[in-house]
Each structure stands twice: as structure tokens, then as C-alpha cells.
């Protein structure tokens, strides 16, 4: 009984938060919100694995941190020892605005209902590479020549004598932060030591929240997995947020990655131990595959093509290695061995792995290999956990179907998991408009691109600019790009390595365009009015490759992989690129999608409007023109292009 009062007595705490406090602040009062929340409690108390698919708007971030301090304050009064919950996010960003935001309002509300007495405390934790070694960082120091370095990256670098979290100091250089980041081993045993410091104060303080990322978190269990010293405090509750993330970081983490900037790397040590010879051979031999990684990935990129591309600095690393590896000091004999074990490993291709490419942070390209069985991995080092898990994102059902992530994630038939699908509370129905061309673009006419063009054109005309077209490839946008650049009179941006520089112009430009693909599809938000028009020149399907390949055969035939595989996936990462545009209650906004194969009474026009939220449906650009006109303020129309 003195359990199930304080059981309850959690629940009324939830309700209390979000029916009396946030309407209290104006912030409306969400029922899906609420419920949420109390699901989230249940599965941390139960020990159950709850997959929550919340649309946007929902509030699921202070729905679990809600359902968090509820938790950790009923283990208090049933005289359970203090722990923390650990979230594990896909973003920086949302990391610190869980720290920054929301943590601090519900503080405030928490200690107004007299929950508790003093602010919730919450920590970041990274990996090491992301904070300063204090004897790394005075050797590095007294290198530097200061006069031949640019102002700012200097000032950057003197800086971290004040700072120990290097993603906090801006201007700093990837060629900085590698010779000052805590090494992987890292033994200097010094009391004054600020890294050890921050570690003794994570694992001895109180905080409520150990807030890491998806590969931290998957670190930490391979080390108790395999009875190691655990990387995060003890924790009785775990939250993944942006858990659609977790599976690729989890190929990350059993596997290998291979970055143009790793060889680099290698050729830069190379050089600062003057083994010259050694750095220009490597670095000649390497040349191709280095540029070719610093270059956006493009899916219709055949692997094959990279995979050649490594013959040469296969054999010049092998021969490094056998001429000069014992002579290097510690640090750079263990990058050689690393970087020659790798690409070794993709160029043999070993049976039992998976070789793929994908994008990364930076604008490139990484070489990924995984292990083939990845299920299997992630229920033993993670989903064996006994403790409550709470799976969260707007994108990890289809519907309110979850059998393609939990097949994907290894939780497929496991007894514990509960599902619940959460709706966004926007008013898509009068702030959206769905358009599929009479005669859209045919894929395998030889003026397709023409046709496109000239249809593209004709709605940025009728939306008065303010547009963002998401391609499946950079062939693709830039087959768009010139053409487009001579029929519309709004400033066009084409989405290129450097990401945030593009981003940034367009959100400055009133009307602009933006041509995009790659991580746009689900890694940036446009809120406002920037983007009132969202193309979709093409159904964004996975891309034939090895991870697919492998998949495929445990499917008897081609058309249930379909089914089960591609549509799916498909449908999620439309979800994703229509999510782009509508972040706030007052967005509106025509989403075109101009793919012949989605035309109302084709194969998959049924799986894209199961994939979207329920909107009017139009193939009439006038309607376009008109709905634009009606849900537009005049300012909208009174933007100056020049």
C-alpha cells in the first residue's frame, strides 16, 4: 500500500505540472502530453522499454524529464538510494537545450509545488575528444608559432586554459583540437587535472540528469556488457531521444569508421616526426580517396569506386609500418596501427561485415563497416538491461506501426516493450496543403529534368519564393540547379559543404530558395515563414547497398522485403523531410511532392498520405497561389528580393 501511494502520488505530481503550472505560464495544456508523461512514468517504474513515436509539438521533452523527476522522487520516499536517469540524445543542440531550457522552468515549477527544495542539476557528459588534456594543451601551446596562426583560431586555442569543453569555444581548428583532446588512454594521474576533476564531480555530485550522446551511452554499455568500468553513473531509468538516430550509431560503434581526415592525421604526424619521405608517399598515394571523402555524399556513388581508391594507401600504410613503425612515438604508432587496420579491413572486405558509406558532420563522406548481425549486439549489450527505457522520437513508427525499427533494433518480440503513438496537436488541416502535379515529371522521359525544372519554377512563382526543395541526391540538385537559376527572380542557395554558412544566408534572405539533401532531410528546422513551400521532386526510397543487400535475404521473397523494408523506410524519411517545415503551431505551408509514382491512383500514393498528416489534397497551382494568399500575412508579399 505505501508503494501504491506513492506511486500514485507521482502521477498526480504529473498532472499537476502540466494541467495547473505550464497553463499557469500560458503554455497550453496538452492532453497527449499528459498521457505521454504518464506512460514514460510507467516504464521506468515497471522496467519496461516504452517506444514512444510523439509528433511534433507534443512536448515530449518535458514529458519525460516530468516523468523522470517523478521517478527519482518516488524512489526517495520508498527509501530507494539516490541515482541519477541518464538521457541520451543524437544532438548537441538538444543536449543543451535540455540544460539550458528546460531543466531550469521546471525547476521553478517543481519548487513552487514544494517537490524539492533546490534546482535540478544536470550534466553533459561527451567522449573524450571533446575536452581539453591540460599537459597536451601546454605542450601544443609552446609550438605554436602565434604570429603565423590566424587571430582567431589563437585566440580560440588560448582560451581552453579557461575552458575544458572544447564544442564550447568557437573559431577553434580541427588541427587544434586533435593535439589538445584528452588522448583515448589517458593516465596522467594529476590531481589538478581537469578532465579528472570533471569526472570525480560527474560520479560524486548529485546530479538528476547524466544527459550523453547515443554513442557514449552504447560505450558504456560494451563496458559493462563486458564487465569494465562503466563510462556513466549507476542509473535506474534510461531515455532515448531521437532514438531513429540509434541504430546508426550503433553500426558506428560495433563497427569501424573510416574519414578522410583520419589519414590526414596520420600524414601530419608523418611530418612532426620527420619522417618526410614516409608523409609524401602516403600522402600522394592517399590524395584521391581524401578528396574524394571531403565531398558530399551522393548515394548513386558506388562503393566500389572508394574501395579502389584504397588499394594504394593500403599498401603505402603496410609499408610504413614495416619501415619505420617502431621508431614512431607511442601515440602515432597506435594511429598507424588503427588507420592500416582499417583500411585493410575494408579493402580485404571481411564475409561476416558490412561495408556502406554515409555523410557526416562535416559535408564529407565516412567509410563504415559493421558487423552483419547488429539485432543481436544491441539486445545483448543494451535491451538485457533490467531497467526502465523510454524510446522516443517523432519518426520510429509508420502509422502506428513499430515493426520496422524494433526489427531494426533487435526488439522485435521482446515481452517488455510497450508502443504508444502520440499526434502532434497542429492544425495541419488548415495550415497545410498537399500537391501532386496533373502531369508530373516522368522519371524515364529524356526531358525529365526540363519537365521538373519548369514545375518547381511555377510554384516558387505561386508561393512567392520562401521554398526548400529536398532532393535523394546531389546529381539530382545539381541537374536542377542551373536551369533554375534562369526562371526564377528569387535568390537560389544550393545546399554544399558548408552546411551552416548556406543555411544561415537563406534564413537571412526574405523569399530565397534553397536546394538541398543530404542531412537536410532531418537535421535542421525552419520555423517561420522561411519555409512555406517544401518539394519533393522525388520519393526519398533507401538506396540499394550492402546493409540492404544482407537484409534481403532474410526475406523469402522480393516483394515481402518491400513491404517490410523499403516502404517503410521510405515513409519515415518522408516524415522527416515534411517535419523540416512545420516546427511551430503558426507555420503553414504547401508541401508539393512531384514523383509520378505518388500521384493520386498510383502504387504508392496510398503509403505518402499515411505517411503525412491529414491535409486538402490539390493538383491546381491556382490553389496553391490561393491558399499562400490566404494563410500570408501582406508582409510576407512586401519582402524585398533585391
Same mark, same amino acid.
Given at each position: 500500500?505505501?508503494?501504491?501511494?506513492? &506511486?500514485?502520488?507521482?502521477?498526480?505530481?504529473?498532472?499537476? *505540472?502540466?494541467?495547473?503550472?505550464?497553463?499557469?505560464?500560458?503554455?497550453?495544456?496538452r492532453?497527449?502530453?499528459?498521457?505521454?508523461s504518464?506512460?514514460?512514468?510507467?516504464? /521506468?517504474?515497471?522496467?519496461? *522499454?516504452?517506444?514512444?513515436?510523439?509528433?511534433?509539438?507534443?512536448?515530449?521533452?518535458?514529458?519525460?524529464?516530468?516523468?523522470?523527476?517523478?521517478f527519482?522522487?518516488?524512489?526517495?520516499?520508498?527509501?530507494?538510494?539516490?541515482?541519477?536517469?541518464?538521457?541520451?540524445?543524437?544532438?548537441?543542440?538538444?543536449?543543451?537545450?535540455?540544460?539550458?531550457?528546460?531543466?531550469?522552468?521546471?525547476?521553478? *515549477?517543481?519548487?513552487?509545488? %514544494?517537490?524539492?527544495?533546490?534546482?535540478?542539476?544536470?550534466?553533459?557528459?561527451?567522449?573524450?575528444?571533446?575536452?581539453?588534456?591540460?599537459?597536451?594543451? #601546454?605542450?601544443?601551446?609552446?609550438?605554436?608559432?602565434?604570429?603565423?596562426?590566424n587571430?582567431?583560431?589563437?585566440?580560440? !586555442?588560448?582560451?581552453?586554459? %579557461?575552458?575544458?569543453?572544447?564544442?564550447?569555444?568557437?573559431?577553434?581548428?580541427?588541427?587544434?583540437?586533435?593535439?589538445?583532446?584528452?588522448?583515448p588512454?589517458?593516465?596522467?594521474?594529476? #590531481?589538478?587535472?581537469?578532465?579528472? &576533476?570533471?569526472?570525480?564531480?560527474?560520479?560524486?555530485?548529485?546530479?538528476?540528469?547524466?544527459?550523453?550522446?547515443?554513442?557514449?551511452?552504447?560505450?558504456?554499455?560494451?563496458?559493462?556488457?563486458?564487465?569494465?568500468?562503466?563510462?556513466?553513473?549507476?542509473?535506474?531509468?534510461?531515455?532515448?531521444?531521437?532514438?531513429?538516430?540509434?541504430?546508426?550509431?550503433?553500426?558506428?560503434?560495433?563497427?569501424?569508421?573510416?574519414?578522410?581526415?583520419?589519414?590526414?592525421?596520420?600524414?601530419?604526424?608523418?611530418?612532426?616526426?620527420?619522417?618526410?619521405?614516409?608523409?609524401?608517399?602516403?600522402?600522394?598515394?592517399?590524395?584521391?580517396?581524401?578528396?574524394?571523402?571531403?565531398?558530399?555524399?551522393? +548515394?548513386?556513388?558506388?562503393?566500389? /569506386?572508394?574501395?579502389?581508391?584504397?588499394?594504394?594507401?593500403?599498401? =603505402?600504410?603496410?609499408?610504413?609500418?614495416?619501415?619505420?613503425?617502431?621508431?614512431?612515438?607511442?601515440?602515432?604508432?597506435?594511429?598507424?596501427?588503427?588507420?592500416?587496420?582499417?583500411? =585493410?579491413?575494408?579493402?580485404?572486405?571481411?564475409?561476416?561485415?558490412?561495408?556502406y558509406?554515409i555523410?557526416?558532420?562535416?559535408?564529407?563522406?565516412?567509410?563504415?563497416?559493421?558487423?552483419?548481425?547488429l539485432?543481436?549486439?544491441?539486445?545483448?549489450?543494451?535491451?538485457?538491461?533490467?531497467?526502465g527505457?523510454?524510446?522516443? =522520437?517523432?519518426? *520510429?513508427?509508420v502509422?502506428?506501426?513499430?515493426q520496422?525499427?524494433?526489427?531494426?533494433?533487435?526488439?522485435?518480440?521482446?515481452?517488455?516493450?510497450? #508502443?504508444?503513438? =502520440?499526434?502532434?496537436?497542429?492544425?495541419?488541416?488548415?495550415?497545410? !496543403?498537399?500537391?501532386?502535379?496533373?502531369?508530373?515529371?516522368?522519371?524515364?522521359?529524356?526531358?525529365?529534368?526540363?519537365?521538373?525544372?519548369?514545375?518547381?519554377?511555377?510554384?516558387?512563382?505561386?508561393?512567392? @519564393?520562401?521554398?526548400?526543395?529536398?532532393?535523394?541526391?546531389?546529381?539530382?540538385?545539381?541537374?536542377?540547379?542551373d536551369?533554375?537559376a534562369?526562371?526564377?527572380?528569387?535568390?537560389?542557395?544550393?545546399?554544399?559543404?558548408?552546411?551552416?554558412?548556406?543555411?544561415?544566408q537563406?534564413?537571412?534572405?526574405?523569399?530565397?530558395?534553397?536546394?538541398?539533401?543530404?542531412?537536410?532531410? #532531418? @537535421?535542421?528546422?525552419?520555423?517561420?515563414?522561411?519555409?512555406?513551400?517544401?518539394?519533393i521532386?522525388?520519393?526519398?526510397?533507401?538506396?540499394p547497398?550492402?546493409?540492404?543487400?544482407?537484409?534481403? +535475404?532474410s526475406?523469402?521473397?522480393?516483394?515481402?522485403?518491400?513491404?517490410?523494408?523499403?516502404?517503410?523506410?521510405?515513409?519515415?524519411?518522408?516524415?522527416?523531410?515534411?517535419?523540416?517545415?512545420?516546427?511551430?503551431?503558426?507555420?503553414?505551408?504547401?508541401?508539393?511532392?512531384?514523383?509520378?509514382?505518388?500521384?493520386?491512383?498510383?502504387?504508392?500514393?496510398?503509403?505518402?498520405t499515411?505517411?503525412?498528416?491529414? /491535409?486538402?489534397?490539390?493538383?491546381?497551382?491556382?490553389?496553391?497561389k490561393?491558399?499562400?494568399?490566404?494563410?500570408?500575412?501582406?508582409?510576407?508579399?512586401?519582402?524585398?528580393?533585391?
Amino acid at each position: 500500500m505505501f508503494y501504491q501511494d506513492n &506511486r500514485q502520488n507521482a502521477h498526480n505530481m504529473i498532472d499537476r *505540472i502540466f494541467k495547473t503550472f505550464f497553463p499557469a505560464r500560458g503554455m497550453a495544456e496538452r492532453p497527449a502530453q499528459v498521457q505521454l508523461s504518464h506512460q514514460m512514468l510507467d516504464s /521506468m517504474l515497471d522496467g519496461r *522499454i516504452a517506444l514512444c513515436d510523439a509528433g511534433t509539438g507534443i512536448g515530449k521533452t518535458y514529458a519525460y524529464l516530468a516523468a523522470g523527476m517523478a521517478f527519482i522522487l518516488l524512489r526517495a520516499a520508498v527509501g530507494l538510494a539516490f541515482l541519477p536517469i541518464v538521457i541520451s540524445t543524437s544532438s548537441i543542440a538538444l543536449q543543451k537545450a535540455i540544460v539550458e531550457e528546460y531543466i531550469p522552468l521546471l525547476s521553478v *515549477i517543481l519548487m513552487e509545488g %514544494n517537490w524539492i527544495t533546490a534546482p535540478i542539476r544536470a550534466v553533459i557528459r561527451k567522449g573524450k575528444a571533446h575536452y581539453v588534456c591540460d599537459a597536451r594543451l #601546454e605542450r601544443h601551446l609552446q609550438k605554436t608559432n602565434f604570429q603565423k596562426k590566424n587571430p582567431r583560431a589563437a585566440a580560440a !586555442l588560448l582560451s581552453l586554459r %579557461n575552458r575544458l569543453d572544447m564544442d564550447a569555444v568557437p573559431h577553434l581548428s580541427h588541427y587544434d583540437q586533435e593535439r589538445v583532446c584528452v588522448p583515448p588512454t589517458c593516465d596522467c594521474g594529476k #590531481e589538478n587535472c581537469r578532465y579528472r &576533476r570533471f569526472l570525480k564531480d560527474c560520479f560524486e555530485k548529485q546530479y538528476q540528469f547524466q544527459i550523453c550522446n547515443h554513442n557514449l551511452l552504447l560505450a558504456d554499455a560494451i563496458h559493462r556488457n563486458q564487465d569494465r568500468n562503466p563510462i556513466l553513473l549507476e542509473h535506474p531509468a534510461l531515455v532515448i531521444d531521437e532514438a531513429h538516430k540509434l541504430p546508426e550509431a550503433a553500426r558506428q560503434m560495433f563497427g569501424v569508421t573510416l574519414r578522410g581526415s583520419d589519414i590526414q592525421e596520420m600524414i601530419r604526424d608523418l611530418c612532426a616526426e620527420r619522417y618526410l619521405l614516409a608523409a609524401e608517399t602516403l600522402a600522394e598515394c592517399s590524395g584521391p580517396i581524401r578528396r574524394k571523402l571531403s565531398e558530399p555524399w551522393d +548515394e548513386e556513388y558506388p562503393l566500389e /569506386m572508394f574501395l579502389r581508391l584504397l588499394v594504394l594507401p593500403n599498401q =603505402s600504410l603496410r609499408m610504413i609500418q614495416r619501415q619505420i613503425g617502431a621508431s614512431l612515438t607511442l601515440a602515432s604508432q597506435s594511429r598507424l596501427e588503427t588507420l592500416s587496420a582499417a583500411v =585493410s579491413l575494408f579493402c580485404d572486405e571481411t564475409p561476416d561485415m558490412i561495408f556502406y558509406a554515409i555523410a557526416n558532420e562535416q559535408g564529407g563522406t565516412d567509410l563504415c563497416a559493421t558487423m552483419s548481425n547488429l539485432t543481436a549486439q544491441l539486445r545483448s549489450v543494451l535491451w538485457e538491461q533490467t531497467i526502465g527505457m523510454v524510446l522516443t =522520437s517523432g519518426t *520510429i513508427a509508420v502509422g502506428r506501426d513499430f515493426q520496422r525499427y524494433k526489427r531494426g533494433t533487435g526488439l522485435y518480440g521482446d515481452h517488455r516493450v510497450t #508502443e504508444s503513438v =502520440s499526434l502532434s496537436p497542429f492544425h495541419y488541416r488548415q495550415n497545410c !496543403l498537399l500537391y501532386f502535379p496533373q502531369h508530373p515529371p516522368q522519371k524515364q522521359r529524356r526531358d525529365y529534368y526540363d519537365k521538373l525544372v519548369e514545375e518547381i519554377a511555377s510554384l516558387i512563382e505561386a508561393a512567392h @519564393g520562401h521554398a526548400l526543395a529536398l532532393f535523394t541526391s546531389y546529381a539530382a540538385m545539381s541537374a536542377v540547379k542551373d536551369q533554375l537559376a534562369d526562371l526564377i527572380d528569387y535568390p537560389l542557395f544550393t545546399m554544399n559543404r558548408n552546411a551552416i554558412h548556406t543555411l544561415e544566408q537563406f534564413r537571412r534572405s526574405p523569399g530565397s530558395v534553397l536546394l538541398a539533401t543530404g542531412s537536410v532531410w #532531418e @537535421g535542421f528546422d525552419f520555423p517561420g515563414d522561411c519555409v512555406s513551400l517544401l518539394v519533393i521532386p522525388r520519393l526519398p526510397f533507401p538506396r540499394p547497398d550492402a546493409r540492404k543487400e544482407r537484409e534481403r +535475404e532474410s526475406y523469402a521473397t522480393l516483394r515481402a522485403y518491400i513491404q517490410a523494408v523499403v516502404i517503410p523506410e521510405m515513409q519515415i524519411k518522408l516524415k522527416q523531410g515534411f517535419g523540416r517545415a512545420i516546427r511551430t503551431e503558426t507555420d503553414t505551408c504547401v508541401i508539393a511532392i512531384l514523383d509520378d509514382r505518388a500521384s493520386p491512383g498510383r502504387r504508392y500514393h496510398a503509403y505518402v498520405t499515411e505517411a503525412l498528416p491529414e /491535409m486538402p489534397v490539390t493538383d491546381s497551382l491556382r490553389d496553391v497561389k490561393n491558399f499562400i494568399r490566404d494563410v500570408k500575412s501582406d508582409d510576407y508579399f512586401a519582402e524585398d528580393f533585391s
